[in-house]
């Protein structure tokens, strides 16, 4: 198994662009999410998917959008990029949504926004 | 609602001696506990994880956490720090969402722990 998988490793963006970070599993889970990671916060929510068709917000959803058609994919759409959203995306995902459940992390991508 | 908190940004062991990562946590049900860890430049691996069984709890390359409720603490240790475990680490609390339809992960800010030879 590949597990997590993410494109591109890095991406530079002017200010105004869009673009469409891509992340595939192939552990047939269910629940899928992207999170974006800053120096001294952590990781953050950004959206999640809980299967096909259904998506939801997370804590910082704003000048993002989602989709998932399969189960394998949840590309993550930035659609006008601003500076604010330089920082590095991860997308993980689980077997289910229950609590105790594991996550797996994909490789990340570094995104810088001029 | 729930919270997380690393109580240091920054460790600094020799190699050999004893690794402990501090976590207090707040939940307002029965949270899942884990700990993560991220290398430079790599994706964050799941190291150990409490849900509800023993209270200790034994990881992946000799670490082990103990959850005890009364001091909501979730501390992570490991007896012999080795140079390979220099990397952050990230207390995550997970619980279910008051209306019961999700679960919601919260992510402490890490600490970065760095492995003297």
């Known amino acids: 198994n590949a597990g997590v998988t993410q494109t591109p490793k890095f991406q530079v963006l002017k200010t105004g662009q869009s673009m469409t970070l891509q992340c595939a599993q192939d552990?047939?889970?269910?629940?899928m999410s992207w999170y974006r990671q800053d120096p001294g916060m952590g990781l953050r929510l950004i959206h999640y998917?809980?299967?096909?068709?259904?998506?939801d917000q997370g804590e910082v959803p704003n000048g993002y959008n989602v989709s998932r058609s399969t189960t394998e994919d949840f590309p993550l759409r930035l659609l006008s990029a601003a500076p604010s959203q330089t920082s590095v995306y991860f997308c993980?995902?689980?077997?289910?949504?229950?609590?105790?459940?594991?996550?797996?992390f994909g490789p990340g991508t570094r995104l810088t926004v001029t | 609602a729930q919270s997380v908190t690393q109580l240091d940004s920054h460790v600094s062991v020799s190699e050999g001696t004893p690794v402990l990562l501090r976590c207090n946590y707040s939940?307002?049900?029965?949270?899942?506990l884990f700990w993560y860890v991220q290398h430079p430049n790599k994706g964050l691996q799941l190291l150990l994880k409490y849900t509800s069984a023993a209270t200790l709890v034994k990881g992946i390359n000799g670490f082990e956490a103990e959850f005890k409720k009364s001091e909501t603490s979730f501390h992570l240790t490991k007896p012999s720090a080795h140079m390979s475990d220099a990397a952050e680490y990230f207390c995550v609390v997970s619980e279910w969402s008051s209306g019961g339809s999700n679960y919601k992960l919260t992510f402490g800010k890490g600490t970065l722990l760095t492995v003297n030879p």
């Open positions: 552990m047939n889970h269910e629940y």
């Open positions: 939940s307002s049900y029965s949270p899942s």
């Open positions: 998917s809980v299967g096909a068709g259904i998506t």
């Open positions: 993980a995902s689980s077997r289910d949504r229950g609590s105790s459940y594991e996550q797996y």
